[in-house]
């Protein structure tokens, strides 16, 4: 299967998704060489709504062919590792009469990706079996989470099963600046070069 052209509607990228993650060569990690098996699946920012419904059908649809998805959201995640760690009501307390700045730092501290959200995933990847790795939620966790942070924290806990990261924005890559992770389509900020474009995958 060819990859997706720039003009690509919802169902071709469901079509394409679906068959690449269904096929023998993605779920064995073929043609991969040495690389971690990381995969982006960049999408407009403003078909979010309509990404979630797409995934979760994804995601039936591939159980029925008998291929396992374990989905992550980093948002529900997030949420989860806070009540857990009893502080999810001080963090809603404190919410109105704190900066915006002041909230990035306390969150980025709790929900730090090497020392609490890896070690989160970790052991919930322990507890499944599954095929595939869906990493959702993206957006909403930004800026207190970066994509980038994940991958590179990532890539030595989730190396035995394709993952696929569901990207709001663009995942450019380029000779002359590297690969960027363009989340929304507007922030460039965010350097990660490790994770193939699912969108141009061929089976």
Request: charged share 25%.
């Amino acid at each position: 299967m060819a990859r997706l052209s720039n003009m690509a509607t919802a169902k071709d990228r469901f079509d394409h998704l679906f068959k690449v993650v269904g096929s023998e060569r993605f779920l064995k990690k073929q043609g991969l060489g040495n690389e971690v098996p990381f995969f982006i699946c960049p999408y407009p920012a403003e078909e979010a709504v309509g990404m979630d419904m797409m995934r979760a059908s994804l995601a039936k649809k591939l159980e029925n062919r008998g291929v396992r998805v374990f989905e992550i959201n980093f948002y529900d995640l997030s949420i989860n590792l806070l009540r857990d760690r009893g502080i999810w009501d001080d963090v809603l307390a404190a919410e109105p009469s704190i900066g915006k700045d002041e909230l990035k730092e306390l969150l980025q501290g709790v929900l730090d990706p090497e020392t609490h959200l890896i070690p989160e995933i970790r052991a919930r990847l322990a507890e499944r079996q599954f095929d595939v790795l869906f990493l959702s939620g993206v957006g909403e966790v930004f800026p207190y989470i970066r994509s980038h942070n994940v991958l590179n924290n990532l890539q030595s806990t989730a190396k035995e099963k394709p993952t696929v990261m569901f990207f709001p924005g663009k995942y450019t890559q380029s000779l002359d600046t590297g690969a960027s992770l363009d989340l929304f389509g507007i922030l460039h900020d965010d350097k990660y070069y490790r994770a193939f474009d699912i969108t141009h995958y061929e089976i």
